[in-house]
T-cell receptor
């Protein structure tokens, strides 16, 4: 059974600092997703990582995937207040007929001036 | 632009009522999903559908049923709402078999309160 664990679950950062969110998953999956959610809003797709060693960057966020270690990271560079949100990782589960996503519990990021 | 629409954003229902949550996507996607989101528990899959009239149970199907009579519409049904079903419900879709694993797109969410 595929399980996804994120850490930390809560992260308070100062503006300008760097930090990394970790996402571990328990069984084989070759698709890893990162989403952002603002309070009261739905999930916005950030990255889809499709293969071992994949790295994607958008602005101050960079995501990577190591399928051998079953680990994905979301690195935040020089954080700004606008990045405050909850970030979810999800791994594709092939157990169903068409696959579905198994989500981590989310990391609530708060960036303070 | 990708569009997943949940018609009811905020609902308040009484215990025992039958509740319908409707979701429509306009992208000709084969797969559609219903999740619920609760604080500290993340997103949990209730049901998903990979074709018209086809459905599969997710992790927490108890107390729910679904209907997919047309490709673009996936309905979540609470036969007899209970207070522990107070939650935010998220509908999602993705292209399906030919592009399995591509981005899953979410609707705006439906906040259901059962009193």
């Amino acid at each position: 059974e595929l399980k996804v664990e994120q850490n930390p679950l809560f992260l308070s950062m100062q503006e300008g600092k760097n930090y990394t969110i970790y996402c571990n998953y328990s069984t084989t999956s070759d698709r890893l997703y990162w989403y952002r959610q603002d309070p009261g809003k739905s999930l916005e797709s950030l990255f889809v990582l499709l293969s071992n060693g994949a790295v994607k960057q958008e602005g101050r966020l960079m995501a990577s995937l190591d399928t051998k270690a079953r680990l994905s990271t979301l690195h935040i560079t020089a954080a700004v207040h606008d990045l405050s949100a909850t970030y979810f990782c999800a791994a594709l589960n092939y157990g169903g007929s068409q696959g579905n996503l198994i989500f981590g519990k989310g990391t609530k990021l708060s960036v303070k001036p | 632009d990708v569009k997943v629409t949940q018609s009811s954003r905020y609902l308040v229902k009484r215990t025992g009522e039958k509740v319908f949550l409707e979701c429509v996507q306009d992208m000709d996607h084969e797969n559609m999903f219903w999740y619920r989101q609760d604080p500290g528990l993340g997103l949990r899959l209730i049901y998903f559908s990979y074709d018209v009239k086809m459905k599969e149970k997710g992790d927490i199907p108890e107390g729910y049923s679904v209907s997919r009579e047309k490709k673009e519409r996936f309905s979540l049904i609470l036969e007899s709402a209970s207070t522990n079903q107070t939650s935010m419900y998220l509908c999602a879709s993705n292209p399906g078999r030919r592009n399995s694993g591509n981005t899953i797109y979410f609707g705006e969410g439906s906040w259901l309160t059962v009193v």
